[in-house]
């Protein structure tokens, strides 16, 4: 286990968990420090839960850490960003075949640099047949966006009107051929209320936690704390009530 962390044995590992990775310069900036070292400590922060999530057996992990309206950042701060997510893809590289990785980009691809874009397409092809675990990245994501240009590619594929249902709409989203596409267990850090439009469609009925700390002071304990909070809810699905009594001190 990751810093040899375990949760409890009747814990409920959720599938799918995702997370809007916030509050980087928040955190620089009450310690005095530039922004880009914010965005540092939180990737640091961000490979060490998503490494976590693995070894308890969480199959898919989605991260999103930038959105189709981040755009309007300094250029200074982009070009930072981009060789973090270089950093990324080659971590996740180094980890893929040990831990069958398969790395999925959520977003367009229009607006990153070539170079970034073909390492995205490179790895999802040098990993597409791995089936453990999930790496999905939204970069350039908007939930709006997502639901266009789904709509974009059934409308170019001739689908008609009547044939068009839940099943085969969720297939054209950017995470359709996915087995477990819908988000159990959703974390925003840095005390933010909201899902700013992250995966619209894919948390139809996920357990929403709200962390208050920023994301380079989220750390594998806290996950597991969440995880345990997670285990202790019951989810019903728009059905009837499953009385679940858990084998575990919910105060541990």
């Given at each position: 286990m990751s810093d040899k962390i375990i949760l409890p044995k009747d814990a409920v590992i959720p599938n799918h968990i995702a997370i809007i990775l916030d509050g980087n310069r928040r955190w620089a900036r009450a310690k005095g420090l530039p922004t880009l070292e914010g965005h540092r400590a939180g990737f640091a922060a961000g490979m060490k839960i998503?490494?976590?999530s693995r070894d308890w057996g969480?199959?898919?992990?989605?991260?999103?850490?930038?959105?189709?309206e981040n755009w309007d950042r300094s250029p200074t701060e982009i070009s930072y960003l981009m060789k973090l997510y270089r950093k990324m893809l080659d971590e996740i590289r180094k980890e893929a075949k040990k831990d069958q990785i398969r790395f999925v980009h959520l977003g367009r691809e229009d607006r990153f640099p070539k170079d970034l874009i073909k390492y995205f397409r490179e790895l999802e092809e040098e990993t597409k047949d791995y089936n453990k675990h999930v790496f999905n990245v939204a970069l350039d994501y908007g939930g709006h966006d997502e639901i266009v240009r789904a709509t974009q590619k059934i409308i170019n594929d001739g689908v008609k009107s009547k044939d068009v249902?839940?099943?085969?709409?969720?297939?054209y989203l950017d995470t359709g051929d996915q087995p477990y596409p819908y988000v159990d267990l959703f974390i925003r850090t840095s005390g933010e209320q909201r899902t700013s439009g992250f995966l619209p469609w894919q948390l139809n009925y996920a357990e929403f936690y709200w962390e208050l700390g920023h994301l380079p002071d989220m750390t594998p304990e806290k996950l597991r704390d969440i995880i345990i909070d997670f285990s202790r809810r019951r989810r019903r699905f728009g059905g009837n009530d499953e009385v679940r009594h858990f084998g575990f001190d919910p105060e541990v």
């Open positions: 998503a490494k976590a969480v199959h898919t992990f989605t991260v999103w850490g930038f959105s189709t249902d839940e099943k085969l709409f969720a297939s």
